[in-house]
């Protein structure tokens, strides 16, 4: 179950790292370069840790899908399920990993 919670929270705070860079990256934001260049740093430490979590906690919660979170009942349901999930959070953190490379590309020129 904890490693479901981190998991989860990972993918979360991965999101809200991700669109906090974005927010603040925009030009029309007008955050000065230097505290800019910092906050980017910053955030860039959070995301790898998110990443090494839910890289680690994924294959955890792969390897024990069948055993503890399967419910047959749901059968068949549940997979399209976790895929349409997938889909959606790999479409968010994708949109979002472009916005912080393109800020990281303007912040170094």
Known sequence: MLNNLFHDFAVALLA?????VWIAGR????VPPKPLRALER??????AGCWAVILLGGAV?????RE???APA???GQVVALVVKHVVLVA????????WWRLRRRLRS
């Open 16 to 20: 809200a790292s991700l669109l906090a």
């Open 27 to 30: 030009p029309s934001s007008r």
């Open 42 to 47: 910053v955030f860039a430490r959070v995301m």
């Open 61 to 65: 919660r792969t390897w024990a899908y």
């Open 68 to 70: 503890y979170e399967w």
């Open 74 to 76: 749901a059968g068949r």
């Open 92 to 99: 968010v953190v994708v949109a979002g990993a472009r916005n």
